[in-house]
């Protein structure tokens, strides 16, 4: 299967969007946790205090941790979501320039992908899963730094995302969906 594709500014912003939250939905999910924790901790030591017992101290300094840790973990969060977005931000920008058609060659040896800047051949052994999200195969590479190829329903239509979908699923021998 090929695919000849125009760059659509809309659909690269979703995609990278997606991209970027499902790689962060784990994590802000225990960073949450910290929230929940810390606050009912600060009561409860702040209430064990008033009821005239030091034990309320190791309470509220628990809590104060859990918050702190939080905090830390909020702001390392934001900030690599400002470098992510301005990294895409300037690659729109470039694509849009740049005004050229990408391509897809999905074959029984491997998986083409040609841009205005790269051109990349990569073997079906490179790559791990495949995951549909939200309409959005993400062909993810075995490299451990959550890297994926990614192209949508919107993109190549229904009948021919199906079929993706089962061709790119039979070469690597596993999905998911989310």
Known sequence: ???????????????????FDT???????????????GIPMI???????????????LFIVIGIHYLINFY????????????FFGLVEAEKN???EAN???FWEFNDDYLKYKDYKY?????????????????????????????????????IGTENFHKLIVFVTNKIGQETSA
């Not at 299967?1 to 991209?19: A, G, R, S, V």
């Not at 830390?72 to 470098?83: A, G, R, W």
């Open 72 to 83: 830390d973990y909020y702001s390392f969060y934001k900030k690599n979501k400002n470098t």
């Open 94 to 96: 470039e694509q849009i």
């Open 1 to 19: 299967m090929k695919f000849e594709l125009l760059f659509i500014e809309q659909i690269y912003i979703e995609q990278m969007t997606l991209n």
């Open 23 to 37: 790689a962060w939905n784990e994590s802000l999910k225990k960073n949450k946790k910290r929230l929940i924790w």
């Open 119 to 155: 051109e990349v051949k990569i073997k079906w052994k490179a790559f791990k899963s495949a995951r549909v999200i939200d309409k959005n195969l993400f062909i993810d590479l075995n490299n451990g730094n959550n890297s994926s190829y990614i192209i949508g329903e919107t993109e």
């Open 43 to 57: 009561v409860l030591g702040g209430l064990i205090i008033y009821g005239k017992n030091n034990l309320g101290f």
């Open 100 to 102: 050229e058609n990408y």
